[in-house]
């Protein structure tokens, strides 16, 4: 392993590498949660019957892309990145494309399908360098940490520290209300575990947001915002991917009113994001 990684020529070790994988799982996995959710609500919105086998669907597909495009970037470049399918293109996809535009989940595939098509070309070329070497260095900057905001805006959401209001549209929780309404307590102990993270990383201990996880996970248990399973399954069989597995309908996409242009604003956008998503490697 040493000598296939080149871990010791990098200065680093294997426990290292161990200890920055699982900080880097447990940092991404809300992306196996998150990406189904997102992706599956149009289907809830217009009330499909199909909604819940669908969100189980795509729950597996986001898994297998990420295990499979982890094992090529760490097997066949050597790299020490993890790629999993990225925020703000699964909200353009699920809330501009198929709700705005009117596009089917199956015509949204094929675009997306034909766009990675043009990527890979592009990529091959070496366009894809050219556009990210003229791309300047501050717009990439506030991508990155635009990225992250909207990340951190959802993952505060979902904590319930962020909560709707007619008014400002978004406001932080009332932590007055800790003993009528439980959800407060979820927010409280996210908060918590916020400060013990960033209290770690100030004091550059090593793992800090895996310790932070950790504790933050064994805070909840006395305030029963973490639940202990009743059974433990080493082995458990996922869903079905049939439901969204090559799903993907090209006739309807070139067939669909208005394809001509919003298609092709569709392939424009999710080209530059994946150009953006890679523009370090």
Do not use: W
């Not at 609500?41 to 819940?52: K, L």
């Amino acid at each position: 392993m040493k000598s296939f990684f080149d871990i010791a020529k990098s200065g680093s070790s294997i426990r290292i590498e161990i200890l920055a994988g699982f900080t880097t799982f447990f940092t991404m996995a809300y992306i196996i949660f998150v990406n189904p959710m997102i992706l599956s609500m149009p289907f809830y919105i217009q009330e499909s019957p199909d909604a819940d086998l669908m969100k189980n669907s795509i729950f597996v597909a986001t898994c297998l892309s990420a295990a499979i495009g982890t094992l090529l970037m760490s097997l066949y470049a050597r790299l020490p990145f993890a790629q999993a399918p990225g925020m703000g293109l699964n909200a353009f996809f699920a809330f501009t494309i198929v709700l705005g535009m009117g596009y089917t989940f199956n015509q949204a595939l094929a675009a997306v399908f034909i766009s990675g098509i043009v990527f890979i070309i592009i990529n091959m070329m070496g366009i894809r360098r050219q556009i990210v070497e003229s791309i300047p260095l501050n717009i990439k900057y506030a991508i990155t940490v635009g990225i992250g905001i909207f990340i951190a805006l959802i993952g505060f959401i979902n904590a319930g520290i962020i909560v709707g209001n007619e008014i400002t549209l978004v406001e932080m929780v009332d932590f007055s209300k800790y003993q009528t309404e439980p959800k407060v307590k979820t927010a409280l102990v996210a908060l918590i575990g916020l400060f013990l993270t960033v209290g770690l990383m100030v004091y550059k201990v090593r793992g800090a947001i895996f310790i932070g996880i950790i504790l933050t996970t064994i805070l909840g248990i006395p305030f029963n915002v973490t639940h202990l399973p009743e059974s433990f399954r080493i082995i458990n069989m996922p869903p079905s991917i049939e439901p969204t597995l090559f799903k993907m309908d090209f006739i309807g996409l070139l067939n669909a009113e208005g394809s001509s242009l919003a298609g092709v604003i569709f392939y424009c956008f999710n080209i530059i994001g994946c150009i953006y998503t890679c523009r370090f490697v």
